[in-house]
């Protein structure tokens, strides 16, 4: 009877054993181990690439480990370095493509990176319900709240204004010291406007003190459109019902943009990049519930164009190969790789001939070169 029950658990064990390098020999070279990184422990971001990298681990036995940084520069140096192979990143991704910000400096420029995908999330702008602001127009003159030191949220206010054909130079900047200020802004009547996701603690808020209302960006507006994507090309019209004082019956139009942004260095091999696209899709009914938002990274939505980079050539064979790729996608992201081409090319040039300059001067004078280099491109 024992030596039965051992035979059992022997063959039990096999089969196990079996079942798991199938699937990993299913995965078209899926690795064994993978380093991520994301934002920091508490944020939505590192429990959803937790809750994935759970899921690989289930389903191909997978290692991840995951390193959480408070700094776009912690997230991305060790991709950079080819010390980690995927960053669930922010509009980071962005900047680091086109040498913005913390990527302006003779250290970095444009990178060389590529996305998977990237989790579909809104972004607005709120007023309160009684301050008699009605359109993204009607924000001319008014008190605009942004937040100090943070690129990604005040490149978002400043997209959505350009929509109205507006700049900060139309209204009055209100600058305050965190992104948490800026939303309480409101009830405490030290703003008119405030540019955030619909979600917040503020947010609510604000909705049961002076009520809420979301400025509406109207999707057939394309004039309205193409201004905002002057401003960076990666956002798309959204129809939101979750968040403060919205619901199924009361959608707000706003802006849709990515987070975590799924980003790869260019050179990951095409094979690898298809195996964990696929794995994305495959494990997406494990980890979907992880967060409230979770269910968004379906592939259908969280995998087509506009996004922060380029998508990877594996990425895009397996999505051909499902159906959700169409000539759109490949249109856009070709454009979008000749817009990361002419930016490297027109940083190395700079770097080769002012490389004596210092940060301040180099960074101005890289902002000229890009908006020159952007503007050829645009004429071709």
């Not at 943009?257 to 094979?271: G, S």
């Amino acid at each position: 009877m024992l030596r039965s029950m051992a035979r059992c658990l022997m063959v039990g064990l096999a089969l196990t054993t079996i079942s798991s390098t199938s699937a990993l020999a299913q995965s078209d070279a899926m690795p064994r181990t993978m380093v991520w990184t994301a934002y920091d422990l508490g944020a939505s971001g590192y429990a959803e690439a937790s809750a994935i990298a759970d899921a690989f681990g289930r389903e191909y036995g997978m290692r991840v480990r995951i390193q959480p940084s408070g700094s776009a520069i912690g997230r991305l140096q060790p991709i950079f370095n080819g010390r980690a192979d995927i960053g669930f990143l922010g509009n980071e991704t962005f900047f680091a493509t086109e040498g913005l910000f913390d990527f302006a400096t003779p250290r970095f420029g444009p990178q060389n990176l590529r996305v998977l995908m990237g989790k579909v999330n809104s972004f607005g702008m709120a007023v309160a319900a009684d301050a008699g602001i009605d359109s993204v127009a009607d924000v001319e003159g008014r008190r605009v709240a942004y937040p100090a030191a943070n690129p990604s949220s005040s490149l978002k206010c400043d997209a959505m204004l350009a929509f109205a054909g507006l700049t900060r130079d139309d209204v009055e900047v209100v600058t305050f010291p965190t992104y948490a200020a800026t939303m309480a802004s409101l009830s405490e009547n030290k703003a008119d406007v405030t540019c955030t996701v619909t979600a917040t603690g503020q947010m609510y808020e604000l909705a049961e003190s002076r009520g809420i209302k979301w400025l509406d960006l109207d999707a057939n507006d394309e004039a309205g459109w193409e201004r905002l994507n002057n401003v960076a090309p990666l956002f798309k019209p959204v129809s939101e019902t979750q968040g403060a004082g919205l619901s199924e019956q009361s959608p707000a139009q706003l802006m849709a943009y990515r987070y975590p942004v799924l980003t790869v260095r260019a050179d990951m091999k095409d094979d690898t990049a298809y195996a964990v696209t696929k794995a994305l899709d495959e494990t997406y009914g494990i980890y979907k519930n992880a967060t409230a938002t979770a269910p968004r990274y379906a592939i259908k939505d969280a995998a087509v164009p506009p996004i922060d980079a380029p998508f990877h050539p594996g990425a895009i064979r397996y999505l051909k190969e499902i159906g959700v790729w169409d000539d759109a996608s490949q249109q856009w992201n070709e454009a979008r790789l000749a817009r990361l081409n002419a930016l490297r090319a027109a940083w190395s040039d700079m770097v080769a001939e002012n490389s004596d300059l210092g940060e301040d001067e180099f960074a101005d004078l890289w902002s000229e070169r890009r908006e020159k280099a952007l503007a050829e491109l645009e004429q071709e």
